[in-house]
Nanobody, 125 residues
Framework: QVQLVESGGGLVQAGGSLRLSCAAS??????????MGWFRQAPGKERESVAA????????YYTESVKGRFSISRDNAKNTVHLQMNSLKPEDTAIYYC????????????????WGQGTQVTVSS
């Protein structure tokens, strides 16, 4: 069974930082290469991609609004991916979801098949 579990969400003031983590488990994650990504959904809005990283960690993607503030990284030995979020803004408030897709590249963003339950991030002004 494939499972993704997020952690690290919470309430923070604008300008603060949070670090999200996602742990992947299941036999297939040990046997195949996979890319991972972070997506978010704010109340009343569609889910959007935030950041993604390829299997080796050599290539990554960030949506324009988080460039220079967020950083995605992964530890394949531990089957984990992290999202370091700095200089948080109230508009970053959302449920953040970890997702995975089998394959080497982080694209296409519409092909992520496995999803976590989400973790709430709230940024107060």
């Amino acid at each position: 069974q494939v499972q993704l579990v997020e952690s690290g969400g919470g309430l923070v003031q604008a300008g603060g930082s949070l670090r999200l983590s996602c742990a992947a488990s299941g036999r297939t994650f040990s046997e195949y290469n996979y890319a991972m990504g972070w997506f978010r959904q704010a109340p009343g809005k569609e889910r959007e991609s935030v950041a993604a990283i390829n299997w080796s960690g050599s290539d990554s993607y960030y949506t324009e609004s988080v460039k220079g503030r967020f950083s995605i990284s992964r530890d394949n030995a531990k089957n984990t991916v992290h999202l370091q979020m700095n200089s948080l803004k109230p508009e970053d408030t959302a449920i953040y979801y970890c997702a995975a897709k089998f394959g080497i590249t982080w694209y296409p963003l519409g092909s992520y098949d496995y999803w976590g339950q989400g973790t709430q991030v709230t940024v107060s002004s």
